[in-house]
């Protein structure tokens, strides 16, 4: 473009630009940012055995330069892997990571590299890099500012997951197993911009400094028994579990520094502040009991019954119960299958089971106002505005489902596969639901409607080769799935018929997702001008196709158009 420009009309041109395209000293922005870049990984381990435990310890360094400038990463990992059994009915174990990372440095702006006039300086003639590399055109600050600027970028965090197993001797095929994981991360972000750089200068020193950290914390208590009498084979679970998560933030922005000698360790000095603090917190708690019952490998019953409870959601709709039955039938176990020889496993199975969905954040049933704080000379005036309207009536979305599956193995499970077919029906669903902006918002967060899905998945895999020196597998899969809307408010037209909701575009009887607009049938042609006056058109504009025939193109004539 600016080849073109400088050839055709050089008046155009700046006495700077001309002098460098004369010149031919023409910046390459995107060699200018970029660099060859380089990448090391080092990783020590130990690992052994005892009689009684079993150990595996690591560490690891990752440090990347990346492509662009001060693109850098530095990874520092841990691993801790230990597990004893103590005597013959207790088992304990280990699982504990920690890693550190360091991104510290702010890289160029691709951005502004793309859209930077090739006939500039992106250094003076000390070598500095120039606060207007466009000296004709302020607006642009130089993509290299990045380096300028000071920057931390650093995070930590811990993981460890332990549990303890415990045989009950007394009892056979009694166990209880204990696990609890916890997590923590802490990261701490700050950048500061000097006059040594647009914004920097124009804001009189600008800076961002933020702070994070991030608790999640599981308890899960699990009781199993597990027993075969002749023919019978029982195996039953209890579980009990509690998982809380926990984060919180606060940052600050600063702007007009007396100096740049601090950075943002003056912010106190800022004539220009501005603070905000975030707090997050859920817990959820599960139930369970499930009954697998198997009668000489051929008959198999499962039953489970399930009691979840989420904070997130109003006072009277926190617990939601969801059972489920399934049977199956492995039919190659019978005496009469014909192909015993050939099938390993034939068998089928039928479910019918109720699942629940939580997925929203905390605080979604509370009326909630967000701060919208002015500045007053350098005073700030705390202020509000309405940012969610709460719903105390929001609970569990729900789905209901009946599958019909097959699953087969033939030679030994040399080629194998399965074929489910099901329908599930969602209710209460967990949806934004758009409202008029009168109230101040534009949606709520609601239990909404009805939703159908039918589907087919069927899967093979084979093992085509397999030997000590060669392997060669094959998996194919396809699947099928439609689904439609059944019900959305239950409000009824005079026809008896539920109303669809224009403003989100959901329709009763169509997919959730569908394109709904006006239909373009064509371009209206030089001989059709008297026809497309009659909508308000013209030759060479866009024929909309009018559904009803009144010459009004509004509402009325829009459709689903898949």
């Not at 209710?427 to 902006?437: C, F, G, H, K, V």
């Amino acid at each position: 473009f600016y080849n073109y420009k400088m050839q055709l009309v050089p008046e155009l041109m700046s006495q700077e630009e001309t002098e460098i395209y004369e010149a031919g000293t023409w910046e390459d922005w995107y060699d200018i940012v970029t660099r060859t870049g380089i990448t090391q990984h080092h990783n020590l381990s130990v690992s052994g055995a005892t009689q009684s435990t079993k150990y595996y310890i690591s560490g690891a360094l990752l440090d990347v330069r990346g492509l662009t400038l001060n693109d850098d990463l530095l990874r520092v990992t841990s691993r801790i892997n230990v597990d004893t059994e103590l005597n013959s009915w207790l088992t304990i174990g280990t699982r504990t990571q920690f890693s550190y990372n360091d991104q510290s440095g702010e890289s160029p702006s691709w951005s502004q590299a793309f859209s930077m006039n090739p006939l500039t300086r992106a250094y003076d003639e000390n070598g500095n890099i120039n606060v207007y590399p466009w000296k004709n055109n302020p607006y642009y600050g130089n993509p290299l500012a990045g380096l300028l600027y000071d920057n931390i970028d650093e995070s930590y965090q811990i993981l460890t997951n332990n549990y303890a197993i415990i045989k009950f001797p007394f009892i056979e095929g009694l166990n209880y197993r204990i696990n609890t994981g916890f997590r923590f991360r802490f990261s701490d972000e700050a950048t500061y911009r000097g006059r040594n750089t647009k914004q920097g200068l124009e804001l009189g020193g600008s800076s961002d400094a933020n702070r994070e950290r991030f608790n999640n914390s599981v308890i899960e208590n699990i009781l199993t028994y597990n027993r075969e009498f002749n023919k019978h084979t029982i195996f039953a679970t209890a579980v009990y579990s509690f998982e809380h998560d926990k984060s919180s933030s606060h940052s600050l922005h600063a702007e007009k520094y007396p100096n740049d000698f601090l950075s943002w360790y003056a912010s106190a000095q800022a004539e220009l502040r501005s603070p905000s603090y975030s707090y997050n917190e859920t817990a959820l708690i599960s139930q369970m009991l499930r009954l697998n019952y198997t009668y000489d490998k051929r008959y198999l019953l499962t039953l489970t019954g399930r009691r979840d409870g989420y904070s997130g959601f109003g006072s009277l709709k926190k617990w939601g119960i969801f059972p489920s039955l399934a049977l199956g039938w492995n039919f190659a176990n019978e005496t009469f299958f014909p192909f015993s020889e050939l099938f390993n496993e034939f068998k089928f199975r039928l479910s019918y089971g109720l699942n629940g969905n939580q997925a929203v954040g905390a605080y979604r049933t509370i009326t909630r106002l967000s701060e919208y704080n002015m500045v007053d000379a350098k005073v700030t005036i705390p202020g509000y505005w309405p940012s969610v309207f709460g719903d105390e009536n929001l609970g569990w979305e729900s789905s209901k489902t009946l599958n019909f599956g097959l699953d087969f193995g033939i030679l030994n499970n040399r080629f194998s596969g399965n074929l489910n077919a099901y329908k599930t029906l969602t209710s209460d669903l967990l949806l934004n639901r758009a409202i008029s902006p009168v109230h101040g918002l534009t949606s709520i967060t609601q239990n909404i409607g009805k939703v159908e899905n039918t589907g087919l998945e069927i899967s093979f895999n084979s093992r085509n080769i397999s030997s000590s020196r060669f392997e060669w597998s094959t998996s194919v899969n396809m699947a099928f799935v439609k689904n439609r809307i059944i019900s959305l408010y239950g409000e009824l037209d005079e026809a008896g018929n539920e109303i669809d909701d224009l403003a989100n575009n959901w329709f009763i009887g169509h997919p959730v997702r569908v394109n709904y607009g006006f239909v373009r049938i064509g371009v209206w042609q030089l001989n059709e001008a008297e026809e497309a006056a009659k909508w308000g058109s013209q030759p060479g504009y866009i024929k909309i196709k009018d559904v009803n025939g009144d010459y009004i193109l509004d509402v009325n004539d829009m459709e689903i158009i898949g």
